[in-house]
């Protein structure tokens, strides 16, 4: 069977959009050969910045015979109905049957697709997947109306076997299909014809053109590789910009440059981002130093001083771009040698945050104040804490920030340590944005992770408060990275927090202030809850006190702080389904107290986990089950609740004797394990009730005639649902 | 023996002056058909300010042209002592509707005529999708570059003044000082030579300019009133409005007469004015998408008012 050879020469297509397009390509077109009948084995497809070509291997020259069933409009409908259904199926009436069904008569329509050669077929998919073809951004030219990522020059599309090669004939917007194409824009010259797809790949090579991005991939890194391991040097590796530039030449000739000494100098981070976001240049280490010393940049050509001119063109570039970068970095050292970064963090009175959530500055201060509260319960020095908050941010008013916004924090580490911050302040700046993705890694320094809990927590409160929560797959603030950070952040650093404290604390410092005498009151919410250390403070605080708490009380923080815990408590079992802890077994334990210590959730959550994966674990949940359903049918038979002491003097059975002792016993160890959250052994203390509870239910009719025996059964089938529910509500568990 | 082509092989090509550079863009793209306007004789922050641009390339009827622009970007002066910014310099500017299939190659010759010798040079056509948010404008195209330096940005416009292009024009638009500085090897921008350094009485761009980038750069930062700027933005506002309001008859000679381009020069005078503000610093972050919005408005209503001349294809 033939092969089909597609190719879109285009002007230059965006780098970052040539892989998904090539697989959309080869998506589209295999589809729409399936749809047409068209047997075909599997494509491959191919992108240079100038070219978009598909291979299909064995295509049949026929298509299959369909045979496809329409099911029409009921006997009887209006005719419009019928019509409309005859006109979208292109059919005549003489050809409609009518069949039967349970629900009446309809006319039906049986088609057979004839078996026919499928060029025609081809050229109408190739055709509609031009004109359909989902690019992220597309354009007109011209007078034309057609749509295409960049201007579209030429369609090569053929038919190849033994006998040759065939011109799939059709034409886009005046653009007709031929067989033939054309390679390097600068090293080629002329259109050629090919005849397969190995004659076009080898005809392209001769014509300074490699066809395949991950050759063209490999080839860049390996000569990068060699040219700095030939001098003792290692190229940073970069994946992304790799398969960017890759995508931005058809002839890639590799070549490394010096970077001036003078440069030499600033900060690592500085060098790459400026050479990588500017000049898509890789850096080059001397391993020895740490330091980046040179470049690899990639050409799109060969030349006859081999590349003398480029590269001394792209040295001059990057002596420029450098000279700005240091331009910045001095400017921003003096800054902080003349003001500190406090002065360098001036600018931020000036820019809004969020309109309602005022300017960052205003922001740095709550985050300030509630990193404070946090710090003594993540093991911070307070000081240190409201210190590194204070400063954290200071960087994006540097200038080199506002040049590469992604240096934000890696910079604001420089300029602390420069500004003689210590003690973790450094740190705290460059860490206090982490983790960001799933697989970031999370800061365990103590005055990082007071100042990361601040951030985060002032922006999920903050957005709550203001009502502008994530909906559905809109979260343009983040909410939800910030949410899986915090809760990283503590399960990582084993931290015992009582969340809904901390989100008043903070709810009701953006809501009504936290200078003066409220700052007070928001520590002591923060660290102790509306408790009676509260009531004590507020009454301290007097008639200033007592507005603030009617203030508070009429703020809605409570709702709003319930509301965020949920949102916590979603965002937990997404993160914990990924470890294995399925989303029902949370809810078990979401009933227990304290739920707002994520920590404590999990770790009830975890121990449970193991518990129903063991023997007793499963067959005492079936146990519970049992009982709680039991239960369930008699009091809704009785309309009664079964909540007395059972009384074991009622007890008649041995079963039923020896169900009271296994509680009796268990239930204060369960109790005591509890309380020194040793939640295995909580469980170990539950599985010795399996046994006992099996056998109650083998051996002893809880519905007795008697019905005070009756009665003592059912309070005693409560209080095995009682003392399991100290542990977890397992009605919630399914299964 | 010299004939005129030989002038234009590697060595001898070589031009000698920011001057030289100019006059070689003006004839290639002359000889390529394009009309060569001379600039507007406005204040604007880029050449696709000039109506030729702006409003040419709306409506069905065909355009060519080619034209150097003065343009001022008041934020970017740095005394004349920065190598490569300033707050005045030159744009050279080609726009032709229906973009032309060949364009591409049009405009590497445009390179070859300047001395750029393709074969030891590498030449990139890397994205860069192009919009202005105060023309109410975008497009789709490149940035190129030469050995890793962008000289020059090519465009395919998709929607002028909030319309869509139909035909597309293709625009492209030279950075002149900073192809010149390279073509002639100049580090410095105030070092290049702007008429030939062999003439007796040879002047740089520095000669020339140098003074007016240290008036400019103070008058933009530190004198300009801001209450009389923020005067004539209002004005040019009001005044855009006015003469747009006014009915298409003229009263006088009975004709239709729609002003599409005096009411334009408003919206170019209150753009350029709020970019004095700017540098000035007195437009706030959120003040500047409001300022950015009303000169859009501006540009949005002319360009409605243009597609109902002749001109725009009415």
């Known amino acids: 069977m033939p092969d089909l050879l597609l190719e879109l020469f285009s002007e230059e297509i965006p780098a970052r959009m040539q892989a998904r397009a090539g697989e959309d390509l080869s998506r589209l077109i295999e589809e729409g050969l399936t749809k047409a009948g068209i047997y075909h084995a599997g494509s491959k497809a191919f992108s240079t910045p100038r070219r978009l070509t598909l291979t299909v291997s064995d295509v049949a020259k026929q298509t299959y015979s369909i045979e496809t069933e329409a099911k029409g409009p009921r006997v009887g409908a209006p005719e419009a109905a019928l019509q409309g259904f005859l006109r979208n199926q ?43 073809f989902p690019w992220p951004k597309s354009m007109r030219w011209g007078a034309g109306s057609l749509r295409w990522v960049r201007p579209l020059h030429s369609i090569l599309c053929i038919l190849t076997d033994e006998e040759g090669a065939e ?43 490699v066809l395949d991005p991950a050759e063209r991939a490999d080839h860049i890194w390996e000569d990068a590789k060699n040219l700095a391991f030939a001098q003792g040097l290692e190229v940073v590796e970069d994946r992304g910009l790799l398969a960017e530039v890759a995508g931005l030449v058809e002839w890639p000739v590799v070549l490394m440059g010096d970077i001036a000494e003078d440069f030499i100098g600033l900060p690592p ?37 081999n590349g003398k ?4 063109g792209n040295q001059k570039v990057l002596f420029a771009r450098l000279s700005d970068a240091k331009f910045f970095w001095e400017n921003d050292l003096r800054t902080v040698e003349r003001e500190g970064l406090e002065g360098m963090a001036a600018p931020l009175a000036n820019v809004t945050f969020h309109n309602k959530l005022g300017t960052q500055a205003e922001r740095i201060a709550r985050i300030e104040a509630l990193a404070r509260e946090i710090a003594p319960l993540v093991g911070a020095k307070p000081d240190l804490a409201a210190e590194a908050a204070r400063v954290a941010k200071a960087d994006l008013a540097s200038e080199m920030v506002y040049e590469f916004p992604e240096l934000q924090g890696t910079m604001g580490r420089y300029y602390a340590a420069h500004a003689g911050h210590d003690d973790g302040v450094p740190e705290a700046c460059a860490e206090h944005y982490s983790p960001l993705g799933p697989s970031d890694d999370v800061p365990s320094a103590p005055v990082s992770v007071a100042v990361a809990l601040a951030d985060k927590i002032d922006a999920l409160t903050g957005f709550w408060a203001i009502d502008e929560k994530p909906t559905g797959s809109k979260d343009p603030f983040a909410l939800r990275r910030a949410a899986l950070g915090v809760i990283r952040l503590v399960l990582n650093n084993k931290l015992r927090l009582h969340m809904d404290r901390l989100f008043d604390s903070q709810i ?50 409570g709702e709003i702080s319930d509301d965020l815990v949920a949102f916590f408590h979603d965002r937990l079992k997404v993160y914990l389904r990924d470890e294995g802890i399925s989303h029902d077994v949370i809810d078990a334990v979401l009933a227990m107290p304290n739920r707002d210590d994520i920590a404590l959730v999990v770790m009830r959550a975890e121990a449970l986990t193991a518990f129903l994966k063991t023997d007793d674990g499963t067959n005492l949940l079936q146990g519970y089950k049992r009982a709680n359903n039991i239960l369930a049918a008699e009091e ?23 169900l009271f002792t296994a509680l009796d016993s268990a239930e204060p160890a369960i109790s005591a394990a509890l309380k020194a959250e040793d939640f295995a052994a909580a469980m170990q203390a539950m599985a010795a009730l399996r046994a006992p509870i099996d056998q109650f239910f083998e051996t002893v009719q809880v519905n007795a005639d008697n019905q005070i025996v009756r009665r003592n059964r059912l309070c005693l089938l409560n209080r095995i649902r009682e003392v399991m529910q100290k542990v977890a509500i397992f009605s919630a568990i399914e299964g | 023996m010299a004939t005129l082509n030989d002038g234009f092989t590697m060595g001898n090509n070589a031009p000698r002056s920011f001057q030289e550079i100019l006059l070689r863009l003006q004839t290639y793209w002359s000889g390529k058909g394009c009309a060569i306007l001379q600039p507007y004789d406005m204040e604007v922050g880029a050449g696709t300010f000039h109506p030729a641009t702006t409003l040419r390339s709306l409506g069905t009827q ?19 002592e920065n190598p490569n910014r300033l707050q005045h310099y030159y744009q050279y500017q080609v726009i032709i509707k229906p973009s032309p299939p060949d364009l591409q190659e049009l405009y590497l010759g445009s390179l070859r005529a300047i001395g750029i010798d393709m074969e030891l040079h590498d030449i990139r056509f890397v994205e860069d999708d192009w919009e202005s948010p105060t023309l109410g404008a975008w497009g789709l195209g490149w940035e190129v570059w030469c050995d890793g330096m962008e000289v020059s940005q090519f465009t395919y416009f998709q929607q002028v003044g909030g319309h869509d292009c139909h035909p597309v024009s293709g625009e492209l638009t030279y950075g002149l000082e900073r192809l010149a500085m390279y073509v002639l090897g100049v580090d410095h921008v105030m070092d290049m030579p702007f008429n030939d350094p062999q003439t007796p009485i040879p002047l740089t761009y520095g000669d020339i300019f140098r003074q007016t980038e240290q008036e400019y750069s103070r008058w933009n930062f530190d004198v300009a009133d801001t209450d009389t700027l923020l005067k004539h933005f209002e004005d040019a506002e009001a005044e855009c409005q006015r003469i747009l309001d006014a009915p298409a008859e003229d009263p006088k000679t009975g004709k239709r007469i729609i002003m599409a381009h005096p009411a334009y020069d408003q919206a170019i005078k209150a753009s350029h004015v709020f970019n004095l503000l700017d540098a000035r610093g007195v437009i706030s972050v959120t003040e500047r998408q409001a300022y950015i919005g009303r000169v859009r408005a501006l540009t949005k209503m002319c360009a409605d008012a243009f597609i109902q001349t002749p001109a725009g294809g009415a």
Not at chain 1, 641 to 657: I, L
């Open chain 1, 90 to 132: 292109g059919a005549e009436e003489s050809e409609l049957e009518i069949r039967e069904d349970s629900k009446g008569q309809y006319y039906h329509l049986s088609k057979t697709e004839p078996s026919v050669p499928s060029i025609g077929l081809i050229a109408e998919v190739v055709e509609a997947t031009i004109r359909n």
């Open chain 1, 167 to 209: 011109v799939v004939p059709f034409a886009v917007d005046g653009i007709e299909a031929g067989n033939t194409t054309e390679g390097h824009r600068f090293m080629s010259s002329g259109r050629f014809a090919v005849t397969s797809f190995d004659d076009y790949e080898a005809k392209l090579k001769a014509a300074k053109v």
């Open chain 1, 269 to 305: 981070e500085v060098l790459q981002t400026s050479m990588k976001e500017h000049q898509k240049f890789f850096s080059v280490r001397d391993p020895k130093s740490g330091k980046i010393v040179k470049f690899i940049t990639v050409a799109n050509r060969e030349t006859a001083d």
């Open chain 1, 309 to 312: 001119t480029i590269l001394a």
């Open chain 1, 508 to 557: 009701l410092r953006i809501k009504l202030g936290g200078d003066g005498v409220k700052g007070k009151l928001l520590a002591t919410l923060a660290t102790h809850g509306f408790h009676t250390e509260m009531e004590t403070q507020i009454a301290a605080a007097g008639a200033e006190g007592q507005h603030w708490k009617d203030a508070a009380f009429s703020s809605g923080v």
């Open chain 1, 636 to 658: 809704k038979k009785d309309g009664v609740a079964y909540e007395g002491t059972p009384d074991v003097k009622f007890a008649e059975e041995d079963a039923e004797k020896d």
């Open chain 2, 62 to 80: 065909p355009w060519a042209a080619a034209y150097v622009q003065p343009s001022r970007r008041p934020t970017d002066g740095r005394y004349g």
